[in-house]
């Protein structure tokens, strides 16, 4: 048997010749040896961030590497703010075009021009730019500040010389960048020291930070599903005329938010040579995670259902705080008042019933059916089935709604005796419900589309012998509703509890009341399935992601830093990816970043605002108004500032509105209409302006920003008028 070279095994498998060179990311070309020493000496071996304070910044770098490479030494990025921006050092794009001749010249001069020293990238040179600068941190701002990040490094093969490894054909090797965070191994522990890079991993799970390795000593390494930020080769020729190669990319900035909101994963996470390892050792499928979770189906019974629900409460206890404000009132007009009121409310009950109806029988199919047959069988069953769902459905059973809950007499519709018959019967009335152009009144209260029973989750009752005598109830309020445990510690992180409530007694006790619904939240937790993934609910809310990331990074301002990558896609295991040392430390500015520059915006408003010169300014911007809109924009035009101020004022100033029933707007054969409106935009923006001036007074009552908001110029000879 032949010997064959192990060189050429690895050949004969992967189909080409592995290079022998050690591989490096350097700092770019024109600025090796020209740092500063510092004491990590690491400015040589790391990408260099470069800043650029123009919207042709790309012609920037391209102008520079053609005619003088070291002026990238002036692009570093530094800390700046508004106040003191950095410098922006000379523009290099050819403006006028040169013959080649003389750009050659050009060149030469420049390259033989003595090379200055660059101050390390995280120091300061002199006692006034520390003044200056107040040891401000690196913070990259966004392109709407009229600020760009290329970051950029040199690939090397390291040998005398450090040539410029050259890319093979065919798509074998990849390079790219990774953002990394830095962030504490565990929420408690704050210090600086304790600080480790956290990889940004996409995957089926979502978006999250990653912990990549236990010390900085092994964070050099890729994590399995990072995020991969492209690179893009500039090409140009160093001091002897020897073609380099820069490989750059874009720090995306404006990408802030996203980085800032994903989670945070304290676990280790498996480098990408370990997912590799596992993935070629495994036989079999991996199973699925083991992991159980409820928090999105939760979240979604909150939103629709618990959350308005106790808004409903909170409205009822308001309402009698108001009702008992008037004390000139006949016992007639304040019933017609708790009359209103019951209808407004009995149809939001109406709706959240319908999505309640729909939530059980979504997720919760055994309930539902229970509360579907009336023979109790399915009923019985839940009890060796499930106990938390037989709970559950008790709970929907002995619920009982006030008997002297007061609405006109002519209407005359069922009051139901538990919520389980409610939700039985709302299903049979979602076509009128969602179709409806109305609102519910006594005027309508006969049609068709409205249910046949009524049902309310809140509202007023009142003893009609006694004037004034109103109370609040809430079917919340059912027999077994104490009897449940109001702790939530199985399930407290993902149900925050809403802040202690320091307001006046009635309101107090409103908020108090429509608490006691994160009971309910229980049993309906309680009784769900556990599963993971949750495949059959929607994504939890952004706010809710985000709630639990503030709770995890409380008081960190988000550190990044930047590493570069290269890849033999076609080793495998043989070749772990190589990274380079991570770039300086910097911050992602938010969009209102107090120390960001502010790009400069005009805005050209009419000129001649007489209604000679409006007239002439073309009316193209259209509204589409459906006929149920336009109905809504009808009732509120017979409305007045006064009007509305009254509504909302204590008696004896308070008047109630007059709005009607609603409907959708119809013509004279009783056909529904929408509209087209065309639009002055000029004029809105003018009244935009006008209004805006006049909230800012009014809120720096309590603000006190008035001094700070605007500053005028005066302009001599701008005049609206010509002559």
Not at 100 to 121: G, T
Not at 134 to 145: C, G, T, V
Not at 642 to 667: F, I, M, Q, T, Y
Request: charged share 25%; with cysteine; glycine share 6%.
């Amino acid at each position: 048997m032949s010997y064959q070279h192990p060189i050429r095994q690895v050949r004969g498998i992967y189909g080409e010749f592995m290079s022998v060179h050690p591989i490096q990311w350097q700092t770019p070309e024109p600025l090796w040896s020209r740092f500063e020493t510092t004491p990590e000496a690491v400015d040589q071996f790391r990408p260099a961030i470069l800043r650029f304070a123009t919207d042709d910044f790309m012609e920037q770098i391209l102008g520079t590497l053609s005619r003088d490479p070291a002026h990238i030494g002036s692009l570093l990025a530094r800390p700046e703010t508004w106040r003191t921006p950095g410098t922006s050092g000379k523009d290099m794009v050819e403006r006028v075009t040169m013959p080649r001749i003389v750009q050659a010249a050009a060149r030469r001069l420049n390259l033989l021009r003595p090379k200055s020293a660059v101050p390390a990238v995280e120091s300061v040179t002199s006692i006034e730019e520390k003044k200056q600068k107040r040891d401000l941190p690196l913070k990259l701002y966004q392109p709407a500040h009229q600020r760009y990040y290329l970051v950029s490094a040199s690939l090397v093969c390291r040998i005398a010389g450090l040539p410029d490894r050259a890319m093979t054909q065919g798509g074998s090797e990849q390079i790219g960048f990774v953002l990394r965070r830095i962030l504490p191994p565990n929420s408690t522990n704050k210090e600086e020291a304790a600080k480790r890079e956290f990889a940004f991993v996409k995957d089926t799970q979502g978006s999250r930070w990653q912990q990549v390795a236990v010390d900085d000593k092994d964070a050099a390494r890729m994590v399995a599903g990072e995020e991969l930020l492209p690179l893009f080769p500039l090409n140009y020729r160093d001091v002897l005329n020897h073609k380099r190669t820069l490989w750059t990319g874009l720090i995306p900035v404006g990408r802030r938010e996203e980085y800032m909101g994903a989670t945070v994963n304290r676990t280790i996470a498996p480098s990408l040579t370990e997912a590799q390892l596992q993935s070629v050792q495994a036989s079999t499928t991996a199973s699925a995670a083991t992991g159980t979770d409820i928090t999105a189906r939760m979240t979604q019974f909150k939103m629709e259902v618990a959350e308005p629900w106790k808004n409903l409460i909170r409205s009822a206890y308001k309402s009698a705080d108001l009702l008992e404000e008037i004390g000139e009132e006949t016992l007639d007009q304040r019933l017609l008042r708790v009359y209103s009121l019951n209808m407004q409310w009995q149809m939001q009950s109406w709706l959240i019933l319908l999505d309640f109806a729909d939530f059980l029988a979504c997720y919760l199919p055994d309930v539902w059916a229970a509360i579907i047959d009336d023979t109790g069988v399915k009923a019985g069953s839940l009890k060796d089935k499930n106990k938390n769902q037989d709970l559950l459905y008790n709970w929907f059973d002995k619920g009982v709604t006030i008997s002297t809950m007061p609405f006109p007499l002519e209407i005359n519709k069922s009051s139901l005796g538990s919520l389980r018959v409610a939700l039985k019967n709302i299903i049979s009335a979602r076509d009128g419900l969602e179709s409806t152009e109305k609102l519910y009144s006594a005027g309508n209260a006969t049609e068709s589309d409205w249910p046949d029973f009524h049902f309310l989750l809140a509202g007023l009752a009142s003893n009609l012998q006694v004037a004034g005598a109103f109370t609040v109830f809430t079917n919340a309020n059912n027999a077994d509703m104490d009897s449940i445990e109001p702790t939530l510690d199985e399930i407290e992180e993902d149900l925050p509890k809403a802040p202690k409530v320091t307001m006046d007694a009635k309101i107090s006790t409103g908020s108090i009341e429509a608490e006691k619904l994160d009971r309910l939240t229980a049993l309906i937790v309680r009784a769900l399935d556990r599963q993971k993934p949750e495949i059959d609910a929607p994504d939890p809310p952004f706010a809710l992601q985000l709630s639990k990331t503030l709770k995890e990074t409380q008081g960190d301002v988000g550190w990044f830093v930047v590493r570069y990558v290269y890849i033999k896609r076609e080793c495998g295991l043989l070749h772990p990816p190589t990274l380079s040392e991570r770039t300086q430390r910097f911050q992602l500015a938010s969009f209102f970043d107090s120390d960001a520059p502010a790009r400069p915006i005009r805005i050209s408003l009419p000129m001649d605002t007489t209604p000679a010169g409006i007239r002439k300014h073309s009316k193209n911007t259209a509204f589409i108004i459906s006929d149920v809109l336009c109905g809504q924009i009808q009732r509120a035009k017979g409305l007045g500032l006064v009007d509305l101020v009254r509504s909302v004022l204590p008696w004896p100033l308070h008047k109630d509105l007059e709005l009607g029933d609603g409907g959708a707007c119809k013509n004279d054969n009783n056909l529904n209409i929408g509209m087209i409106c065309s639009l002055s935009i000029p004029i809105i923006t003018i009244c935009a302006l006008i209004l805006l001036m006049i909230i800012i007074s009014l809120l720096d009552f309590i603000f006190r920003w008035l001094p700070y908001f605007i500053i005028c110029f005066p302009v001599p000879g701008l005049k609206g008028k010509k002559g």
